[in-house]
């Protein structure tokens, strides 16, 4: 007998259950199958976490009327395809005010890092208040984290790949800078100060180049200009407010910020000619990739599981699977939810 979960957050959410409740819906798309009929392809999230689901031809959510981005009620039942969770939703509608009697908080409902925002923001207020010793970069940075600070904890890393949610580019930068000091503790001839520096404004652009969640899409001017220019950009932008700033400082800085993805083909003008650049680059993947490994465990994936940003098979690890049946006299999930 499957587990009856009302409410319940989708990183809880097991093979076999029955749910019902409330998400953010970040993909809507209409799809046929071999055989012509019609199905939709979804995309559930909430705070914690993410699953993908399909409404099948046979199911009201087909024509119900909502669409992506929006706050949903849904009912639905998660089964385990190719060792990854997922939902057939059975009914779908948009979220209505009066649904807030029965547990509907759009606060509950959008993708936020599992860390805490405060710590995470006292973490990197450290790093760059203390070990930044070149004045002119010292500077550079209070007064980026000053214009930016307030962005940078709430924005995502990414649309999809790493690190796609709230307070996601925070804890990302965070991580980094973490790494990149126990890096510059080890190899005595990276410049800790430039390596810091490329660490924080690597992502900044992101700031531009992706709207603030829930929406998490691509701007405009994103998809046109993208987050490295982006990047550029805002270093020069503080670099000239402050009088003197070292141009071969400034230089390097740029560098840091066009090769940081690696390779051209990336999306780098420029590919790393430098340690610091070199450096940056292989914290930024590794740290980016772990975080895929990370969202696919939380997800509920297990064994062997393809994951598309990393474009391979990977292990998880296998667990044993909990035992999900409901006690007799269990409520059926959202019981006095209409749909």
Same mark, same amino acid.
């Given at each position: ?117 405060? +710590?995470?923001? !006292?973490? &990197?207020?450290?790093? *760059?208040? =203390?070990?930044?010793? /070149?004045?002119? %970069? ?39 800078? +973490?790494?990149? !000091?126990? &890096?510059?503790?080890? *190899?005595? =001839?990276?410049?800790? /100060?430039?390596? %810091? ?39 020069? +932008?503080?670099? !000239? ?57 939380? !997800? ?40």
């Amino acid at each position: 007998m499957a587990a009856k979960r009302r409410n319940d957050p989708i990183r809880d959410w097991q093979d076999g259950d029955n749910v019902a409740g409330f998400a953010l819906l970040s993909r809507k798309e209409r799809r046929q199958d071999r055989n012509g009929r019609e199905f939709l392809d979804l995309e559930l999230k909430d705070a914690s976490g993410t699953i993908t689901g399909k409404a099948w031809s046979d199911s009201q959510a087909l024509e119900g009327d909502y669409e992506a981005h929006d706050f949903v009620a849904f009912r639905g039942t998660v089964k385990l395809y190719r060792d990854r969770l997922q939902i057939s939703v059975s009914d779908c509608r948009r979220a209505v005010e009066d649904d807030r009697e029965h547990g509907f908080d759009e606060s509950n409902l959008i993708p936020s890092t599992p860390e805490d925002i405060g +710590e995470l923001w !006292a973490r &990197l207020k450290q790093i *760059y208040g =203390e070990q930044i010793k /070149d004045p002119f %970069l010292h500077r550079l940075a209070a007064e980026s984290l000053a214009v930016w600070g307030r962005e940078l904890k709430e924005h995502p890393a990414a649309k999809s790949i790493h690190h796609a949610y709230r307070g996601g580019l925070l804890e990302h930068v965070v991580s980094m800078a +973490e790494v990149a !000091a126990q &890096l510059c503790d080890h *190899y005595d =001839e990276l410049d800790r /100060d430039l390596l %810091l520096l490329g660490v924080l404004f690597h992502d900044l652009g992101k700031l531009a180049e992706i709207g603030p969640m829930p929406i998490n899409e691509y701007t405009k001017s994103g998809r046109l200009v993208g987050h490295v220019v982006y990047g550029r950009d805002m270093l020069r +932008e503080r670099c !000239a407010a402050i009088d003197g700033f070292p141009e071969v400082a400034r230089l390097h800085l740029e560098h840091l910020i066009l090769s940081h993805q690696g390779r051209l083909e990336y999306g780098s003008p420029v590919v790393p000619l430098t340690a610091e650049a070199l450096a940056l680059h292989f914290i930024d993947n590794l740290d980016s990739k772990l975080a895929q490994l990370r969202d696919a465990v939380r !997800a509920g994936g297990q064994g062997f599981q393809y994951v598309r940003g990393l474009d391979r098979f990977v292990f998880l690890g296998e667990v044993e699977n909990p035992d999900g049946e409901a006690e007799a006299g269990d409520e059926p999930a959202q019981a006095h939810l209409k749909l």
